[in-house]
């Protein structure tokens, strides 16, 4: 069967012939079922399934003189090559379909299995590195606490020191982290920047 890729484009340009092809490529279907999963028209859809028939991507048959059924005719393959310098469309039969020379399928198994043998042990890789990085952020996080608690004078000043940890951050914000009242912090904020222990920069504190 001769295919005309051009006449293929202008009848795939349209949204709901596209839509019944792709209802049509989970299973058969006869078109008042269509009709209702596409919320189409019967006379639309009749149309259209007549246009596809008469393309050769869709045909019908019935079932021991029950209702009409639509299926996919058969795999056909449209192609479209664009380039600043060229443009071309063919369309074919899959049994017309460009054989590859040498094609060995056991060659493309061998190289699958490689493949998924490499990502596998790329994935353990990752796992354990995965597990050394939350290790040593365990023990970076303890380390950081016992400094802070260090350069405390006291449990809320090492607990401001300890926020400041995540990530810089205004007294207002501190405060409702810590739940405690924003002049306090303040306060305290400013008696750790006489000690060199944080600093402030556009009214955000940092260690």
Known sequence: ??????????????????????????????????????????????????????????ECYQEQGRRKYFRIARKTVLEVALSPHSYGVRAYLSEDAPKTEDADPALDLKNLREELYSLEQKRLEL???????????????????????????????????SALLCGDADSSLLAQKLEVAEAVVADRLRQLKDRGAVHIADQKWSI
Not at 10 to 16: A, C, F, K, M, R
Not at 143 to 154: I, L, Q, S, T
Request: net charge negative.
């Open 1 to 58: 069967m001769i295919l005309d890729p051009v006449e293929l484009l202008d009848i795939l340009g349209n949204e709901n012939r596209r839509r019944i092809l792709q209802l049509l490529s989970f299973r058969p279907f006869y078109f008042n079922e269509m009709a209702k999963r596409l919320d189409v028209g019967p006379k639309a859809v009749i149309d259209h399934l007549e246009m596809l028939e008469r393309a050769g991507l869709v």
């Open 127 to 161: 796992r354990v590195l995965l597990e050394q990085i939350e290790s040593r952020e365990m023990e970076i996080k303890k380390m950081a606490c016992r400094a802070a608690e260090g350069c405390a004078e006291d449990q809320l000043e090492a607990e401001i020191l």
